[in-house]
């Protein structure tokens, strides 16, 4: 089985703003390899941007025709009008606030990005620029949905990070671009958390993983189960879902999804690793 996300894209290095780059140098990342820019939410855009035209239209249309209306003749007065703008009124403010914050507009959002290095990315926000080596983190989650609406399929990402010194962030769709980002990082932090994990197993530790511990015995489940390595073929990845699977390639342990493992790429990169040197030994 190959890791999904150990290939990561990268682009011609580009200038990175000075601050970046002595923040970068002062943790010691190496070179510059890509930069993503900051992410303007269209669908929130679009949405606040439909809202503030429906009810603006209608708080305008009541406006008129109770301007227009005689005295007496409009029963219910200018009450519909004020409810219409009381909507409206909130619905134009969010989108222009939106709008006004993005990096589509605002010459500062554009700023916020996530620049990536040899050995950690810095990520220039609004409450201040993070810098964070591949080998700061303790854990990743990196939870990715798909969803399939009577055929539009819309993807959330959400990689949530602890630190070795306690530093917790969250990166989501709405920050950067995370359909390249995230198996980017995925694949570093596992690259990075490898040699200490197999370390730690090669002195005859287990090492969990959430619903998965590799022994030397082999892997047990969430259920108690011991899966021994001779019965063990590989590692399963069907639609965000892990589990282990025989030689013969059939599943022979329950589902967990991706993002509920706790550095579930490592644990795909140490089974693999696991897997290869076993096999090698057999040759």
């Known amino acids: 089985m190959t890791t999904p996300g150990l290939t990561a894209h990268t682009d011609t290095p580009a200038a990175v703003p000075a601050d970046v780059a002595a923040a ?44 227009g209306a005689a005295p007496g003749e409009n029963q219910v007065g200018a009450t519909p009008a004020i409810i219409m703008w009381a909507i409206a009124l909130p619905s134009i403010g969010g989108f222009l606030w939106a709008l006004l914050r993005s990096p589509a507009v605002s010459q ?32 990743l989650h990196a939870a990715i949905t798909v969803v399939n609406n009577t055929g539009i399929v819309t993807t959330t990402y959400d990689y949530r990070i602890v630190c070795t010194d306690g530093r917790r962030t969250r990166l989501r769709e709405v920050h950067t671009d995370m359909a390249r980002f995230g198996p980017l990082l995925s694949a570093e932090v596992a690259r990075a958390q490898l040699p200490k994990a197999m370390s730690f197993f090669d002195e005859g530790n287990p090492v969990a993983f959430g619903d998965f511990t590799i022994t030397d015995d082999g892997v047990q489940t969430r259920r108690g189960k011991l899966l021994t390595w001779s019965e063990i073929g590989g590692v399963r990845l069907d639609a965000g879902h892990v589990s282990i699977a025989d030689r013969a390639g059939k599943r ?7 993002g509920k493992i706790p550095n579930g790429y490592t644990f795909l990169l140490m089974m693999d690793t696991i897997l290869g040197k076993l096999r090698a030994a057999q040759v």
């Open 108 to 139: 500062q959002a554009r700023r916020f990005q996530v620049h990536v290095f040899e050995r950690g990315f810095v990520w220039v926000r609004r409450k201040g620029t993070e810098v964070y080596r591949w080998d700061d983190v303790q854990t």
């Open 252 to 258: 022979i342990s329950p589902q967990t999804l991706l």
């Open 24 to 67: 970068a140098a002062a943790r010691d990342l190496g070179a510059h390899r890509e930069s993503y820019p900051a992410k303007t939410v269209k669908v929130i855009l679009f949405a606040l941007g439909t809202l503030a035209v429906i009810f603006g239209a209608l708080a305008v249309i009541m406006t008129v025709v109770t301007a």
